[in-house]
């Protein structure tokens, strides 16, 4: 889904921050037809201190090994790196510029014809690993099933979805018969063939909807959080946290990931609310709102003004798409 005067892509720092679909607005006052003096640029200069070193970029949707990243120690120059998929070389310069870091980072985002112009490249180059030890077809079939339903749920990036699958396939002691590398193969194949087939959909999904609903709320002075913990019960323990530091929020939104599951399984969607006083009547001014934000995204929500009752989402033809 583009949002307007964003970028495309998801940027990760050392320090464990991550912004999607940042803006890139502004004009530097040299390069008047360049637009990068927006957030994006911001983290390239301040990349260097203390556990914050680097800072990876990913188009959305990612695919598994494309990326464009930069590393930074002190005040000195930027080490600027990209890779094209698995392929056992990476391009790498040293730029002094953060001005021109952001710029070729932005292009790269944008996919432009010479978005790598104006800097000097090398290639590095490193072998690849050796292929995993094939599975046995009953383990493949089930490691497998899981992460076809990882990528319906449609939350959890490639690396996130690799460490869920060896998780998931552990037996009672805590072994899996699937190693990083093996799960691996299989996340990275099933993501691409579920990128190919999200290409067909028509645009805005059920799950687009709910996003412009939920940034809405988060805009409207909401803590409103897709797929946050396990159940209602840890959602509703854990809601507080999200709030601490934020002034003026009045209340709260999420659904959960067995709420995620089952409207991937076609069920609807159950959304919790709340107001940070504890009260009723707060409580119920955040319903209000809360319903009327997947109505204004084209949603049908249902709720009948009890304070103590959720608010429903369906129906929903859940089409997440992947971001990574």
Do not use: N
């Amino acid at each position: 889904m583009k949002i307007d005067g964003g970028l495309d892509i998801k940027v990760k720092t050392e320090s464990g921050q991550t912004y999607a679909r940042i803006p890139a607005t502004g004009v530097p006052p040299v390069r008047a037809q360049s637009r990068t003096w927006g957030k994006l640029r911001e983290l390239v200069e301040r990349i260097g201190g203390a556990a914050d070193h680097f800072l990876v970029v990913q188009r959305i949707p990612d695919r598994p090994l494309v990326f464009i990243q930069t590393a930074r120690d002190g005040d000195g120059a930027y080490d600027l790196q990209h890779r094209t998929g698995r392929v056992p070389h990476m391009w790498v310069a040293r730029v002094t510029d953060p001005g021109l870091v952001a710029e070729v980072m932005v292009r790269w985002a944008r996919q432009e014809d010479g978005w790598d112009a104006g800097v000097t490249w090398g290639r590095e180059e490193f072998g690849l690993p050796e292929e995993a030890p094939a599975l046995a077809a009953e383990v493949a079939a089930r490691a497998e099933e899981y992460v076809r339903e990882l990528l319906r749920d449609g939350y959890l990036g490639i690396e996130a979805m690799i460490r869920e699958t060896v998780y998931l396939m552990e037996d009672g002691e805590g072994a899996s018969p699937v190693s990083r590398e093996q799960a691996r193969e299989i996340v990275e194949r099933l993501w691409l063939d579920r990128l190919d087939e999200q290409d067909k959909w028509a645009e805005p999904t059920g799950p687009d909807r709910l996003e412009q609903a939920f940034a809405a709320l988060e805009d409207a002075g909401m803590v409103a959080r897709e797929d946050f913990a396990c159940c209602r019960g840890c959602g509703l323990t854990e809601i507080g946290a999200e709030a601490d530091g934020k002034p003026g929020v009045r209340g709260f939104v999420f659904f959960h990931h067995q709420g995620t599951r089952g409207a991937a399984q076609g069920h609807g969607l159950s959304l919790y609310y709340g107001g940070f006083d504890g009260s009723e009547e707060t409580t119920k001014a955040v319903g209000h709102e809360v319903v009327a934000a997947p109505a204004a995204a084209g949603l049908s929500a249902q709720w009948d003004g009890d304070p103590g009752r959720s608010i429903d989402v369906a129906p929903l033809e859940w089409h997440k798409r992947l971001v990574g």
